[in-house]
């Protein structure tokens, strides 16, 4: 079976953003960029499916293919990914930030390529916060899709997930070909050891422009500010229950 992940540059999940002085969107420039955490996750997954651990057989996945969509510097979140076991890495090379359809239907793309029999994908990126893409690659290829999986088996031909919802949680069944997006609860990433980091050195990346797929990436969206949520006000001490009280009512929340 192979398994197509995909994967997406963001600023480090430990780093603060810094807005731009003009408002115009999050300034980049010297900060730590590292993978997605959910594709991360994603990968790990993948991974785990092709060695046999946790509750998938051995050699359910035979070959992980890496996608990522964006800068040039995107290739080293590919070869983390290749660090952690995946196979090869492909990355469409794109200057600009593309919305999720534009990602959605390049991704479309590349599976009428590869042909896979699963995607498997992070819910959402940390950065647009969209959660978006999975939902839609499966509406474009007319393939069904389960989302936010906390549990992910594959027995029959078909991917079993386990997601949480409001009431707790929910098992649905999804026949392969499938889109699945992966949540925090599926695993915890492993750490690349140093040397698979030197493999990863020697597996294939291929690099190809937007162009070469024909899609339509025009915006059909824009950001008018960006802005920072506003910082709370520090709180106020009450002697007694009377003043806390009068304080609301001079709030006007009582």
Known sequence: MKVLVPVKRVIDSNVKARVKADQTGVDLANVKMSMNPFDEIAVEEAVRMKEGKEHHAAGTADEIVVVSIGVTQAQETIRTALAMGADRGLLIQSDADLEPLAI???????VDEEKPDLVLLGKQSIDGDNNAVGQMLAA???????????????EGGKAVVTREVDGGLQT????????????LRLNTPRYASLPNIM???KKEIAVKPVADYGVDTAARLKVLKVAEPPKRSAGVKVADAAELVSKLKSAGVL
């Open 199 to 201: 493999k990863a050195k």
């Open 104 to 110: 959605a239907k390049l991704l479309k793309a590349v």
């Open 140 to 154: 474009l290829l007319d393939w069904p899709q389960a989302t936010f999986a906390g549990k992910l088996v594959i």
């Open 172 to 183: 649905v069944s999804a026949s392969l070909p499938a889109v699945v997006s992966v949540d």
